[in-house]
């Protein structure tokens, strides 16, 4: 059942298909009572009420049905029956393939409400029919969509993870850190002056862990393990509220496993068992 991308109809995605339609981050559902109880609109629903959609790309498929990004225009009143709520908020009650699939659309409408201009000499971009990119009318610069890589660690210290909370965070977790990459940076390079400049100590023995998309709005984590080399923990305020080493048996709240910022702390809790 896993999420195929695509720019053309399957000829094996005879099924209805699955409708994402987003608007600043967040996914549109229908109400029906339950918070755990998601449920997509169809294009009826959608147009029985009288609401156009805007920008409808086709973005792959799942599970042999296509799948469908768009937005609606920023006036567009919605009928009682549907809401917008923050795909990160769905992360624990949508199911992993959809919610994967929501994230490429959603990563695809915020590059086409962002990018209508080029760049280059200002003229209108045009959509490249054989590839989700975009074309200057007047240069001829071609524009694909964004992709920004950002590394995420998980900083080891004898049986102890290093988990932090930051100062924006809308959910009460503590995680690991994370910051995005630099010019001219390697990605271990990254890890150690993102942990320098977070918690003020010095990391070695850097290796990959995994990596996975993060389309909030358009992300790539890359992740590592790191150890401690030296120092003690000497937060930016402008960063973090707070961070400290904890033992598997003393974990604050932490993101889910979907994450991978939740995957590096499972692995450390059956890799570090300590005590």
């Known amino acids: 059942m896993d999420f195929i991308p695509g720019i053309r109809p399957d000829k094996k995605t005879h099924k209805p298909g699955f409708l994402f339609v987003l608007k600043k981050g967040r996914l549109l559902i229908k109400n029906k009572g339950d918070k755990n109880d998601v449920i997509l609109p169809e294009p009826g629903d959608l147009e029985k009420k009288g609401i156009k959609l805007i920008k409808k790309q086709l973005i792959g498929s799942l599970a042999n049905r296509a799948c469908y990004a768009a937005t609606i225009e920023e006036d567009e009143i919605l009928a009682q029956e549907f809401a917008f709520k923050p795909l990160r908020a769905l992360l624990t009650v949508l199911d992993e393939n959809l919610i994967w699939a929501a994230g490429r659309a959603n990563q695809l409408i915020h590059w086409e409400t962002t990018h209508n201009f080029c760049g280059a000499c200002g003229s209108p971009f045009t959509d490249k029919p054989d590839e989700h990119a975009k074309i200057c009318s007047g240069c001829g610069l071609v524009n694909y969509p964004r992709v920004t890589p950002a590394v995420i660690m998980a900083v080891i210290k004898d049986d102890k993870i290093l988990l932090a909370r930051n100062s924006q965070a809308r959910m009460p977790f503590y995680s690991v850190l994370a910051g995005f990459v630099e010019p001219s940076e390697s990605l271990e390079q990254c890890v150690c002056r993102e942990v320098r400049e977070e918690v003020g100590i010095a990391v070695e023995n850097i290796r990959y862990f995994g990596s996975q998309p993060w389309p909030f709005p358009d992300s790539l984590m890359i992740g590592f393990i790191a150890e401690h080399a030296s120092g003690n923990i000497r937060i930016d305020?402008?960063?973090?509220?707070?961070?400290?080493?904890?033992?598997?048996?003393?974990?604050?709240?932490?993101?889910?496993?979907?994450?991978?910022?939740?995957?590096?702390?499972?692995?450390?809790?059956?890799?570090?068992?300590?005590?």
């Open 237 to 275: 305020t402008k960063e973090l509220s707070d961070a400290g080493w904890f033992d598997r048996h003393s974990l604050p709240r932490v993101p889910p496993p979907l994450s991978i910022a939740g995957q590096l702390i499972e692995w450390f809790v059956k890799n570090r068992k300590g005590d």
